[in-house]
């Protein structure tokens, strides 16, 4: 997207609405202890010294178990400060070679590779931890250097399980690093599906542990052991090589998640000024961006920043074009994803010439329906919209095993007007339409809603609801909502979904 660049978040719109990266400690960067090699040669031993060449080989067994091995890196570096390390894998025997070396001192080492789960400590040639203390290995030409051999300490751990706190159930697919500033050492893992991750191969020291979602568009913000928003902020967990630091848990917060893009208010008429209505997001927002866009018909990749004010009037260089509102929802966790979000486009703005006798004849249109100019009016719309966003369970919340775990089903979302909320799921009869069948409660939820601020609601599964779902099979049910807004005539909905395993 070509938009201009905003001066109230300091970032442009790119191409597919989102502003650029930066500043971030992204999932690619490089644990400290890695990035200091600006390369590392992998051979393989089945292709190691062939005859005639220099090279270095040895076995790498347990200290403990005084067993073989298998997947340590072992890299063997010239002493001078240029050098490029030249690296083997240890097979299946313990055993690796490093073929290829120019004749020199080197500096060998063993260490478990970045993506292994294994625990040994990082050990210098002979048996030293550092490299300032190691043995040089003496390379002749033509000549291999044999019985170079390791035996690794086990290092030390932390364990632990990441959870969601809006939903109480466990996340995947979050990366766990744990960081010795001092010692300049980190070491990552994925979590595995139920949750729990283990870090492991770190020595004795003070670590701040880092939780970040994988997923790109992750609803949970990042965030540090205990419950930090910063490094800085975080509480440090003490290891112990060979042994195992447990219970560091972490229970991720929720940034934003839209629910209700936002709506412009008011004619696409020169001279006529448009207000908007913010959109609907999920856990509790502190602040909005919101950056009005002149564009090219309905297509985002067109738009531009024109202004960063609450209203808007039209102008003639408006005229045949739309106009949207790009919205930003932050909390203290971060900010939401999409990072962008965007309104429906006006109508095509046109001249007052071009609108008859009263500029009313060409209304806004938005994704909502044509609004009227009046704040009432939209906000009926937005409240329709909000009402049946929440009938129907959506995401891993609405399977069948995480209802009965948690007993119901929770969200959090912000009303635009004060009110009483309330939602019941059914199951209807087959055959029968809800108003004239008997039937049967499954959960019933209900609640209260501020005029401004987050609301939380949780549908709570009914006992005979609990025995529907216990069987694990797929369930098609009917929610009804009611929403009564202060001074308004209630809203009524109903929509069918299916409950899966």
Known sequence: MEMERSQRNGAALTRDGAPPVAGARGLLALPLALAALSICLIVPPSDALAAGTAGISGLVTSSESKEP?????????????????????????????????????????????GESALNYLTQFYKGVATKAEAEHVQVVEGVVSTGIDAALLPGGTISGTVSSAATKATLSQVRVCARDAVAEVERCAM?????????????????????????????????????????????????????????????????????????????????????????????????????????????????????????????????????????????????????????????VVVAPAQAGATPAAAPTTTGLGVLSTTASAATTARLKALLASLLA??????????????????????????????IAWYLVPKGARLAAAKPVLAAVGKISTPASGSSKLTVKLTAKGRSLLAPGKPLKLTAKGVLAASGRPSLVATRSFTLKR
């Open 191 to 347: 979590n595995a599906a139920d949750g729990t991750y283990v870090v492991s191969a770190l020595p004795t020291g003070s670590y701040r542990v880092h939780f970040e979602p994988f997923e790109a568009e992750s609803k949970y913000a990042p965030q540090f052991y205990k419950d930090a928003a910063s490094e800085a902020a975080a509480e440090a967990v003490a290891v112990t090589a060979g042994a195992t630091t447990a219970g560091v848990d972490a229970v991720l917060q929720g940034v934003p998640v839209a629910l209700l893009k936002p709506a412009i208010v008011g004619h696409a008429v020169e001279g006529q000024t448009l207000t908007f209505l913010a959109g609907t997001w999920t856990n509790a927002p502190t602040s909005l961006i919101d950056e009005w866009g002149r564009c090219d018909g309905t297509v985002i990749e067109t738009c531009h920043t024109i202004a960063l004010t609450p209203t808007y009037t039209l102008t003639p260089a408006d005229v045949g074009h739309t106009i949207r509102i790009r919205e930003q929802a932050s909390n203290e966790y971060g900010a939401g994803v999409p990072q962008y979000l965007f309104s429906p486009p006006t109508a």
């Open 69 to 113: 091995i298998a997947g340590i890196e072992a890299c063997a570096q010239e002493t001078a400060p240029t050098s490029v390390p030249q690296c083997a894998i240890t097979d299946n025997e313990g055993k690796y070679a490093i073929a290829g070396l120019g004749e020199g001192q080197y500096d060998v080492s063993f260490s478990v590779p």
């Open 393 to 422: 369970p959506h995401g891993k919340r609405a399977k069948i095993g995480a209802l009965l775990k948690h007993r119901g089903y929770a969200i959090s979302f912000v009303s635009p007007i004060a009110g009483r909320l309330s």
